[in-house]
């Protein structure tokens, strides 16, 4: 199949973002011919202006709807494309010049329906940037879950750097309405319908993520109560690594009570765990600053987490509750 690529942005009140992107759009380093449609979800600080400025540089087309949420801005974007393979992208995302002949050449040789790419941190990122950079992409934090290349098969795209096929859209009907959590759904459905999807550690993005701590706090608890609504959704995706944040948050609190007691034995288990922490995000980032940002990153992202994972948990395994009603504002309607 000949591969011709639409890049799918869904994008809210974010026109500087939007600015950059298509920045690093004009400076990719490709021949092969690519389209970009933006979907402009309802916002009040339009991007049109921006996008304007870019037609005459780029195959570049803009479309304003109602605030629908992400997931049905997508769908809403690629219905509107001319390719046969989609690239989904957020818009505080920035591609490397060689992002898009990666893409093609991993499709070339080993073609599946869907595909993910991984994130990293820009040498101009801020260091609180960098720190939840960090925490969110590194295998001591996430096991890898992410992007890395010892998960490349049955790995589960993430929608700020993800490809899908045209065959593959139509069949599963793309994203749903839970906001986060519309990608991993839509992985798993894909799935069951017998597409394959895999990592393209190469293709990986810069993904600036213009965040403080409390919305870092409001994020990852969002994650966390929504892995429970995909396990009761596929129960055949349950895992116990899971329950990880859950478990090192009240282990944590546990270690602190029995430390009053001088019993000190589980602290100290903490304590080398966020040392080795430390020195692998100094390896990593070669910032002792960002180094120690990290280590809040870590403990906001697990007790975010975790909080989340096991509020969810009790509400829609334990006592059964409709997730749309318990949790309506992790549902666009």
Known sequence: MQLQ????????NRPDETQEL???????NTK????????????????????????????????FKENSGPGDSRNYGMRKAKGNYFIILDSDCILPRQYLNEVEKSLTENYVDCFGG????????????????????????????????KSVDTFQPRSFNMGISKQAFEASEGFGYIHPGEDPDLSIRLW??????????EAYVYHKRRISWK?????????????PILNVWHPQTKKLMYWFPTVFSLGFISSIILLLFQVD?????YVLYFSIAFI????????????VLSLIAISVQFFGYGYGFLKSTWAVSVLKRNPESQFPKLFFK
């Open 5 to 12: 690529f639409s890049f799918i942005i869904p994008v809210y």
């Open 22 to 28: 298509l920045q690093s759009f004009e400076a990719l």
């Open 32 to 63: 092969t011919p690519f389209e970009i449609v933006i979907v402009e979800d309802g916002s009040s600080i339009p991007s049109k202006a921006v996008v304007d400025s870019f037609k005459d540089k780029l195959d570049i087309s803009y479309f």
């Open 118 to 149: 991984p994130d990293a941190a820009h040498e101009s990122f801020t260091n609180l940037q960098k720190a939840i950079n960090f925490s969110m992409t590194s295998f001591i934090t996430t096991g890898g879950i992410r992007g890395n290349k």
């Open 192 to 201: 069951d319908l017998g597409y394959k999807t895999k990592l393209i550690p």
């Open 215 to 227: 919305k870092f706090y409001i994020q990852v608890n969002k994650f966390g109560m929504v892995r």
């Open 265 to 269: 034995a589980f602290f100290k288990l």
């Open 280 to 291: 692998k995000a100094l390896i990593s980032t070669k910032s002792i600053v960002v180094s």
